[in-house]
């Protein structure tokens, strides 16, 4: 199910499983792979050459660089049996070539640098870099005045 007013590009090219779901206002562009029962927000922009796998959940307004890559499989192959769920919260940004490893949260609006690999939950608000990815810095929410 695709949302109204999603826009993807030459989605002949990508592979979306019928079973997953995407939400309004989204941008998918070609030779992405998105599979069954994976969760899509609304107004989440997803570039070229993805891999989602089933188990991942994402919320709106995420911003999927290139070549990010999801795994599911702590074990493979584990044929759907071992299969881990990673959620990817509102308002994060993933950057281009990162790679996320099985049953990691993405916390609301942090920021994973390109290349990182990411083998730990993200802290919401947080920025992670490198490999393993680590938190380069938290951000400091200011008070309501």
Known sequence: MIGKGTTTYLPWLSNIHNDARIGKECV????VWIGNKVKIGDRCKIEAFTFIPPGVSIGNDVFIGPRVTFTNDKHPPSHGKGWSRTSVRSGASIGAGAIILPGITIGKNAIVGA???VTKN???GATVVGNPAKILKKSIKKPHS
Do not use: R
């Open 115 to 117: 290349g990182a690999v």
């Open 122 to 124: 993200v802290p919401a």
């Open 28 to 31: 998918i562009h070609s030779y």
